[in-house]
């Protein structure tokens, strides 16, 4: 299965304790929406982040982006408040799933077989 995925480029976070703000880490330099290493991280789509949203919001638009073409990031970089907004790079992602030969099962790999086939 081949899946379309849009992504704004490399880049990680983490969390600055003495802003109590997430920044942007590891940044790659020629990334969709202009985030620069050391931005903090506001906002995705008028969503505050938030430590208790994070990683939901993290996933939904920058790991596993398969709905959203373009995105809108609010940042603060030097103590400026300012919007990012572009089209993300579009990538596709290949998943193989398959059930492999065995050499010599043991009988609790047999039967967890023979129900993966049955459903």
């Given at each position: 299965m081949i899946t379309v995925l849009y992504f704004a480029g490399h880049m990680g976070l983490?969390?600055?304790?003495?802003?109590?703000?997430?920044?942007?880490t590891d940044v790659e330099a020629n990334n969709a929406l202009g985030i620069k290493e050391g931005d903090f991280f506001l906002a995705v789509e008028k969503t505050p982040v938030?430590?208790?949203?994070?990683d939901e919001l993290w996933e939904k638009y920058f790991q596993h982006n398969s709905t959203y073409t373009s995105l809108t990031v609010k940042i603060k970089r030097n103590g400026e408040e300012r919007?990012?907004?572009?089209?993300?790079?579009?990538?596709?992602?290949?998943?193989?799933?398959?059930?492999?030969p065995f050499q010599n099962?043991?009988?609790q790999q047999t039967a967890a077989l023979s129900k993966l086939i049955k459903d």
């Open positions: 983490k969390y600055d304790e003495l802003n109590k703000l997430f920044v942007f938030t430590q208790d949203n994070l919007e990012l907004t572009g089209p993300l790079f579009k990538g596709y992602l290949e998943a193989k799933n398959y059930i492999g099962p043991s009988p």
